[in-house]
């Protein structure tokens, strides 16, 4: 059996993964491709590397006929996905890649956003999309919101622990290392490659980085009271990953079976040898994250270093994630793709 | 039905590339992985990206029970190979990635490699693997000889023009691009990040690279007369890929035709439409090799691009193509993994 | 004595290296810094590398006092640069690092730009900037035309060869390989980290290539005759950088000889030794150009192969050498920095 | 009056840094070079780069009169340096930019670098090379212990504010990002393009990296108590820089007041706007240090970043400082070079 699917925003770099991946998919097939801006090309014309696909060109959105997909793709910018998602059918599957129904709190959204939200009652709906937490809502839901790759990094990390109680809520520091890709297909000076090479920064520093909404979300509601961390992403010269470095107050030791013992049965999450670190270049272009905890010299201080490619573990190979198991396809079908090294 | 395989060699990057490809390949299993310097490693330990999979430890050659063995990869350096493969079972089907078994005649192979051949009665057995043009030798061959990764790309560039009579034969020249996994793992100091980054270079110009024997071989065979191309490789700063330029004298329109009506049907050679170029980021880690034709404004001269990835089409991907067709499985299999990018 | 000069075009790279060489040059000081789009801004805002510097804000063209100013550089887009230097004051120094005057038949120029040249008049004064072939004329020069940078180094390699009838001029190609700040600062989806890094390909293949026009025309003057190359560049993922690699017909010791020569007094361009060959990783951020000849395997003909810098030598540091010129100072004044490595 | 230099482990990168800034120096000269295992090559064989400067070839340190040299460049291992340090002539003004005489303290020399010290006495006349903290003493010293690039870095953030009391001491945090110069020009496999390019990681995480020892003893001299802080570097596909972000409590705008107070007349340390962060790329081969200081969003906290190359201000542009100083020449002189962009 075969479930029909399509991919709104195809243009964009996560659209372009969620294709790679799904090219080799046994049980799903592309069935259509928006793109506003670029509409009436074919993929050749827009991404070469998929031009051996036998794939429909890309249209507008609303020559699409809907009642023909069993589950829609949503690879658009936030805002403008949740006003096209707002006229979608109703009972069609969604999985948004944006960042649109990831907060529930409309007060957050507006905070974090700067506009209010136009689909606050779709907001309630969606289920948040981070798999291992939310994997039997995620099968039952309509519209799942991918997680921001920075906040997935950062919640494989954190989430155990908050949960288990093993680290100090007050004192936890999150100091990312994110590749350009992140950054999407957009042209900015800062990243073209004459600027970016050979070169790297702090953004968003302070606190000010909007996957901190998701984070005070969800470590709050796990913890039952408010958490706050510091979180501070930097750009560098590489094109797919993140590696969050976590500092952390608590038991090395303890952290590194609580971390081992919570993705033990997980087929994506690899948690490593107690002192063992994990590099990018490991995971690039695979839907593994790779997890290692190291104790620092200073009693009760810990070290917790994750890393995942932003556009596969990160954004795309989650949403098809989501998708295997809001469709009742075997979860892992399709993402077993081995990291692409050297 | 599953082959078992096995993989000497396999702490090199082809070997990598072998067992990234083999790891969704629903046919073929990896029995053995022989590497006598790292022998009792792991292969997370070898290359943590492979980390996550099921397999068996590192062994030496002689640990090997090669009657357990459908077919055996052989990733070797060059002159090793010949000296382990006369070694093992005369029944034993064998796709070598070395150059030793390339060259037909023992004085081109001496000529070009500076010592005699240890194995001339095997050099005579073994069939070349270009895929495309040696399909049917290659399905009933025991030992396959991988082709060099520049021969591949120039080949597939001009074996169908020079069959074809379509160029000058004695006004052929091949300038390539080459990335640096080409050179495989090896401590070299123009190989580190910081002197190779950043900048490019010539190398083995002037007719001294040894990949030459194979075109001398080949193109003069398909010509019937000896045929002398120029060819001048570069060092480029990027992992993967291999780009071909080449400047040939004739028609463009009629090249292109050629081109094109020699590929149609061929599941991973895409001819660009006239005047359209490749570039090596669209077809990253994937086993596909994009061929574009431009004409010069100097009449009667054309200029004919080729790129592909050197460590999956201009090695472990034919490797696997070819184990595909010895072992009777459909050609592509395992193999039909999109490009990585960006 | 110190001389005042301006830099129009500030905000573009060209504009940026003209900075960075004038810091540290004992006999110019930068009066004025003309960028309209950015007018108003500090340096430290455009550029945060040159912070350091004591230089006076971005201001709009028509706030800079030409009659202050002993010389101006114009790092202008080409078309308007023509349109800007007919309104500056007849009487002052101007080194255009533009296309603008390259040309000297406004036919060949409006063939190679697609418009009429609005200053004709002034295209006649114009002198041609490559420094070692027109040192005289520049001396005595208001206005010099800078090479383009593909041109400058096709230049030095061929000049010599052609002025010398050493090679023939029937069959010179020249691949070239060209780093990605040559396409200076400009917001193009190709020029993206994430798409240009790990990726190279050829572009304006086929003879399409402006630079080209500079060719026709200074080998045609050199050789008497019409002299038509083939010229196909390719983008590489480095930011600095040009790498031609030329094959011509001829005697490659009698070509290392000539070449050996022509500059042997040249205090930028350095000839190495029979068949050894340059990097652009050994010119980077300098403005030396490095030559190499090796003889191919086949008779008769020759590789040669030149590595410059094309922000330095293929454009700021030859405006800055040919500035000096013009105003009276020691020509290596200020360019004798050494190459940046690693 | 120009003096007389020698550099000794000259076919390093900090040699190779070294000569590069000398190069343009006018009142240095550099007399003799020292490499013994690249002893009789000329530096155009080992560093094609510096070619076009008349340089004496390299030779063994014995055969080296050092009655001729004025001052000593030691740019040897650690280890080594101590041994080659104490044969030298006993008034001669050395340099080291080792590790070798960094740490006062024989016991802690011993604890970080796993052998007793073979110089003790010298180790207690050295000073610590840190020019704006240690310039008195530089002026009047003969042996110069270089700090450690990382070292460097960490303390033009902190220094200033352990001594003015306005951040907490056990609560500071140093995440290092570290360009691959920086593990010199050693041939390892994790040093190899193919393996660091487009991937990062942490290591000597937890506390176990050899700089710390310089940390602690220059932190807790300042604040008359044992001062510990965790640092954690990572390494990242670049060639030159150090990003160092340190997380602190204290009040952010205090923070930025007194390091602005602190630098504001030192000439390559910039402190930049509140709230602006430095990046790598717009200090690169220049011997600045960029600093900038953010409020976290947390009250309380703020975090400081600063960024140098590592092979300029973080070792080879420190020492030719610290050389000027020692030798009576203006302590800029050499340095002023711009930053390398793009």
Redesign the interface.
Known sequence: MSYKVAIIGASG?TG?EL??LI??HPEIEIAALGANSKAGQTIAQV???????NLPPLVTMDQIDFDQIDLCFCALPHKTSQEVISQLPKTLKIVDLSADFRLRDPEAYEQWYGNPHAAVEMQKEAVYGLTEFYRDDIKNARLVAGTGCNAATGQYVLRPLIAAGVIDLD?I?L?L?CA??G?G?S???N?????????????S????HRH?GEFDQEFSAIAGRPV?I?F?P?L??????I?A?S?VHGD?AKIHETLAAAYKDEPFI?VLPF?E??????????N?C?IGV?????EG???V?A?LDN?TKGSSGQALQNANLMLGIEETTGL???????
């Not at 991404?47 to 696909?53: A, D, K, Y």
């Not at 990243?191 to 702090?202: F, I, K, N, T």
Request: aromatic residues 8%; hydrophobic residues 40%; contains cysteine.
């Open positions: 770099y372009a294709i790679r090219a080799t991404f070469p590397h998929l031009r051996h696909l004192n520091i100091d290392k350009v890709s950054a297909r042209l900015k000076e990243l073209l490659h004459a600027e970016l090479s050979e070169g790297y920064h702090a953004y520093a302070g606190g000010t901190l706050k510091q501070t930097h560098v010269p590489a094109n797919r990953g590696l470095t500092y090395a690899e002192k670190l994990p590099s990018t270049r490991h995971i690039r272009g695979s593994f790779h190291v104790a620092d010299r200073i201080r810990a070290i270093v890393a556009l077993m793709l081995a990291p692409c090294f050297p």
